[in-house]
DNA sequence: ATATATTTTTAGGGTAATCTAAATTTTTTA
DNA sequence: TAAAAAATTTAGATTACCCTAAAAATATAT
């Protein structure tokens, strides 16, 4: 068994979780530049950074090639996701924030070594499997299962859905659909769609209407009912 | 008014709340050396980092003279402690961690830097003026009074004293105080005192008595009932 | 009061993470 | 497919924090 116990930086933990998170569900290949947007660096920081991070066996790196995430570094990619996703929910159910207040908070959290701490974290929560914005919890083993929810875009007109989670956590987004009652577990119906640009009349939980830009629908995640 | 919402490092933080700590309720001059002992670090290092604080205006410092915390240098020692404590409370009497086994997630959770989470963690909690080991928690106004504690020491026999904290917050101590039965607000009766070594025989709680050496009375804070 | 011991500071470096500018490799386009 | 464009890496610095060794200041002791 290969140990995951060692003692990886603030700012590698960071990289390991965008990387993780632009690879996506498939592991494709993360170019330098994506990484230096994400990370709000330049990319030769990023190049040095992986080299590093590929010395100490967290990604597979080719000059000039992309990087992807070794099992290690998913490994540890998971962890801090686990506990950024947790924290998130302990400001929103037990501080009261709001969903669109916690991502830079719990981005600090989510560095905090203990793994007892965790574990008493989530046990303390109830073992909540999402988190504020309705994305997977990790669960202790390392286990992520993202589910496969559809995007709003997606649903056909007079379909109702179920609203499980968003793809923009911008807290500009977040207000947007708090001012427009668009909650997590909400039914939304597409009532009619715009063919010119794509925008949308949708009627929530069989009450209020409003319309909804194409940007909004593909920020929405839904499951159907 | 100075505004206290400049950034503080990581590091800067912990020299000043271990000033704030060495340097006691009359605000003595600290010694570099005392610093660097307590910073686990060489006293050429705690120079440099004595003249970076002295230019942010968080201290007064005169070569070989020793130093002390400006006003502004106090009111972030002071949040730092607010921040420490808060967050151990939380971990006792949320998460289930022991008193023994707080110290250093905190020492982390400490340096997390939203006003705003403190305050809500602090409601979250119920206002709680001490931590898991009896020390005083500041006020949001960053007042801090300690209470005037007698130690144990000072205690003569056959007198009837509440516990109400620990100077030494050494895991090993704590857990010895576990095992003896010595928690926050039992009784403490001081049954014979040994002229010899200042060992004493105690009664905790009217019940179960024991031997405690003076190492131990050192450590205990009390107040008469 | 002067020599000795202790404490503190200075001088000169090292590492992690970042930067700019220049060089190199890959990709795109004509 | 060769030239141009874009992406990536290398080279050389910078900042924060820490180090060792040596110098300087202060405290102690005879």
């Keep these: 068994m290969v140990s995951t116990d060692m003692q990886n930086s603030f700012t590698e933990e960071n990289y390991l979780k965008i990387i993780h ?21 330049r990319a030769a ?30 490994k540890v990619a998971i ?10 929910v302990f400001l929103v159910e037990k ?10 908070i719990a981005e600090e959290l989510e560095h905090i ?18 988190d504020p914005h309705g994305d997977p919890i990790p669960d202790s083993k390392g286990n992520l299962t993202e589910p496969d929810y559809l995007i709003l875009t997606d649903v056909h007109i007079s379909e109702k859905v179920l609203m499980m989670g968003v793809l923009d956590h911008a807290p500009a987004f977040l207000q947007y659909l708090d001012r427009s009652n668009i909650t997590l577990g909400c039914i939304i119906e597409v ?34 009912l």
Tied chains: 1, 2.
């Design 95 to 104: 501080l009261g924030f709001g969903w669109d207040e916690v991502h830079d």
């Design 191 to 224: 009532k009619e769609i715009n063919d010119y640009d794509k925008s949308a009349f949708v009627q929530i939980n069989d009450a209020h209407t409003l319309f909804i830009s194409l940007e909004v629908s593909k920020n929405l995640l839904v499951q159907r």
């Design 21 to 41: 998170s632009l690879s996506g569900r498939e592991g494709l290949e993360v170019s330098t530049n994506a990484l230096a947007e994400s990370t709000a660096t």
């Design 113 to 130: 070594p203990s793994e007892v701490l965790v574990e008493k974290l989530d046990a303390f929560l109830g073992h909540p499997r999402f």
């Design 79 to 88: 962890k801090v996701i686990r506990k950024h996703r947790l924290w998130e």
């Design 45 to 74: 920081s990023v190049t040095d950074m992986l080299r590093k991070l590929a010395e100490k066996g967290l990604i597979h790196y080719k000059k000039y090639q992309g990087v992807r995430l070794t099992d290690l570094g998913e």
